[in-house]
């Protein structure tokens, strides 16, 4: 499928919507809102794992890669949602998770049984004396990378939670159950992939200490077989499907890696999801240490990945939102005073960049963040963690609070708020997550009957992509690259000609650009002029001249 023109819309089936009353979101609930998501116009639905698992990552520690989990429906009811999405002209982008398994995979059960064949699948080293795991490495989630198995006197590695096995990558038996699991969902009608942390499958060592006691990212990150691997996979599955669209998700890359991870020509993937300019309010690069998110860099990153991809003939996959982060709009807008502007200013930015856009369910209603005060609220196994490693720390409950409520991942994995009733119309029963207490006056019933509504100004941007070749193809040059509080691009293809201007800030902006001959396709707070000299706060602007 060409991609250029599409735009994905992720849906954590958690938290979409109940069906039957258990507080967890369903297959049945999914498919009771595919005309809202036809209404909206994306193309693609990505969906986070709804494979059996333990869910300890919700998820992302599977246990039986070709089952549906029971608790999300069955395989008839995937059936009937991939023939409704279809009939709506929606695919769908299954979640592959081959970096590890759950510990409750019947690989794992059999390898701790002793079964030679998969006790290689994943990787396993003695400790460096008793009780010392092999290396110093830390897991994602904080704690050791290595988990003890006392029926080898071997440790495994695991780079997220101890239940989470890492595969051996190198076992060419593993590379091979991999490319038949996608082949199984192709055989399922699935077209679409998204791979999760895939730049993490190579090793170059698992034997060496990281001087920097910390996780020792460097020695498994964008590894020395990945793009190897990454080939091989794309051959023998979804590399047979002209219809196919995958994205990576690559963790601490390198714009080199990405060049060839979703080149034109290199045969791996459509896309790359990237996260450099995610950490922009990471102060000294730590997610749990807090900073005001720097503009300058924010700005640089995404013009150097724009830049970079297009001169390397590859694909970025455009988001600030996903189950990982805390909502964009809390965190580079304004939730209160200028929620619907701030929320819109930041659509444009990504939605008129070159790449794919991807929407993260809630945020095409300017959704927030969750606000929870209590770790009882908290479920995210990162989230309880850290909890207690800042505590042992000697941080204050009020400081730590205070980085979950900027940083958790629970922020963005609230039920989705469809109207004012109990439980924002997710559930009713008791949700697995509580719902946002914004919910009465965010949510999708309010914000269609809104003249504002964001939902339509969402709907508009992804119409400016279809009607528009230069919004898909054309070339990206940043504007006004020294301005403190405007981030600003030029699109251009041929004769047509595109800028954008997204104030990222409360306050006026003064700008000096020479816009004769532009038109305005779209703006954020109404405007129709199109010689702009002084943006409002959180002003957006599409303009147009051909
Ligand atoms: O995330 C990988 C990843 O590196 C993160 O963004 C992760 O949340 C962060 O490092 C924690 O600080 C993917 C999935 O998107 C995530 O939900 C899973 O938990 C993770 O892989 C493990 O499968």
């Not at 209590?374 to 205070?402: A, M, P």
Request: net charge negative; proline share 4%; charged share 30%.
């Amino acid at each position: 499928m060409s991609f250029k023109d599409k735009v994905v819309y992720q849906i954590y089936p958690k938290s979409f919507q109940d069906s039957d009353g258990d507080g967890w979101g369903d297959i049945r609930g999914i498919i009771t809102r595919l005309d809202y998501l036809k209404e909206l116009g994306i193309d693609c639905i990505w969906f986070n794992p709804m494979t059996v698992s333990p869910q300890r990552d919700n998820g992302y520690d599977v246990a039986d890669y070709r089952a549906i989990d029971p608790r999300y429906g069955t395989m008839e009811d995937f059936a009937e949602l991939s023939r409704e999405a279809h009939k709506r002209g929606i695919d769908i982008m299954f979640d592959m998770v081959f970096n590890h398994t759950s510990i409750e995979h019947e690989w794992f059960k059999r390898a701790i049984a002793g079964e030679t064949k998969y006790k290689n699948y994943y990787i396993w080293r003695k400790g460096k004396a008793p009780g010392v795991p092999p290396t110093n490495w830390q897991s994602k989630f904080a704690g050791p990378a290595w988990e003890y198995a006392e029926a080898f006197d071997e440790w495994y590695l695991h780079l997220f939670d101890p239940t989470q096995a890492d595969l051996n990558w190198e076992n060419p038996d593993v590379r091979q159950e991999c490319a038949d699991i996608v082949n199984f969902w192709r055989s399922k009608g699935v077209h679409g992939f998204r791979f999760d942390v895939v730049n993490l499958i190579s090793k170059y060592t698992v034997d060496e200490d990281d001087p920097n006691n910390f996780d020792g990212r460097q020695f498994y990150t964008d590894g020395p077989h990945v793009h190897e691997y990454l080939k091989e996979l794309a051959a023998r599955s979804f590399g047979q499907d002209p219809d196919s669209i995958t994205v990576g998700e690559m963790s601490s890359t390198t714009m080199d890696n990405c060049i060839s991870y979703s080149g034109e020509e290199t045969g791996e993937l459509s896309m790359v999801f990237t996260f450099h300019h995610l950490k922009v309010d990471y102060k000294n690069q730590m997610k749990w240490e807090l900073q005001p998110f720097d503009f300058k860099a924010l700005k640089k990153l995404l013009s150097d990945w724009q830049t970079g991809m297009q001169e390397g003939k590859a694909w970025n996959a455009l988001f600030l939102n996903n189950h990982d982060q805390p909502r964009a709009l809390s965190r580079f807008g304004n939730d209160r005073e200028y929620r619907k502007e701030s929320a819109k200013m930041l659509a444009t930015v990504i939605h008129m960049m070159r790449g794919t856009p991807y929407v993260y369910m809630g945020e095409e209603i300017g959704m927030t963040n969750a606000g929870f005060t209590d770790i009882r609220q908290y479920v995210d196994v990162e989230s309880t963690n850290i909890f207690k490693v800042l505590k042992e720390q000697g941080k204050s409950e009020e400081e730590i609070y205070h980085i979950l409520q900027e940083r958790s991942r629970d922020n963005a994995r609230t039920p989705m708020q469809w109207d004012d009733s109990l439980n924002a119309g997710f559930t009713s029963g008791t949700p697995w997550l509580q719902v946002c207490d914004r919910y009465k006056e965010i949510n999708v019933k309010n914000d269609l009957e809104d003249p504002d509504s964001i939902f339509r100004y969402y709907q508009k941007l992804i119409q400016l992509r279809k009607e528009n070749k230069v919004i898909q193809e054309g070339t990206f040059r940043q504007l006004l690259e020294d301005h403190t509080s405007v981030f600003a691009f030029q699109r251009t293809l041929g004769t047509e000609d595109v800028v954008v201007l997204a104030n990222f800030y409360g306050n006026e902006a003064e700008i000096t650009l020479d816009l004769t001959g532009y038109e305005m396709a779209l703006s954020n707070i109404g405007r129709t002029d199109s010689d702009i000299t002084v943006l409002k706060p959180y002003e957006a602007a599409v303009l147009i001249r051909r």
